[in-house]
């Protein structure tokens, strides 16, 4: 963690909505993206955020579902099927794949020392 980082639960109200907001631009991002143009330096970046700045990993599923749900409301307007969506679920599968990885690897270093 760099001195820059700041634990989410010391944060502001004010502080914290605008850091979940910006979260899930971030999200919203990798997951337009994430079939046609994979790219892993998002979901770094991503991960790195939420890692660092100590974010409960089901504030991290929690901004999955309210985008699925905004896009599921989005298609039921057009008139499409939401079926689409469930592939998605690859999606929050890889960001939690990634955070167990940090987890895991904080968790040897610490038991290494």
Do not use: W
């Amino acid at each position: 963690m760099n001195d820059e980082t700041i634990l989410f639960q010391q944060m502001s109200a004010q502080k914290q909505a605008t850091f979940i907001q910006d979260l899930k631009t971030d999200y919203r991002a990798i997951v337009l993206n994430y079939f046609s143009h994979p790219n892993i330096k998002p979901i770094e970046n991503f991960t790195d955020k939420v890692f660092y700045s100590n974010i409960p990993v089901p504030q991290v599923i929690q901004i999955h579902m309210d985008l699925i749900d905004e896009f599921s409301k989005q298609l039921k307007i057009e008139g499409r099927s939401d079926e689409v969506l469930l592939d998605y679920r690859l999606t929050l599968i890889d960001i939690l794949a990634h955070l167990c990885e940090m987890y895991r690897r904080k968790i040897s270093k610490h038991s290494h020392v």
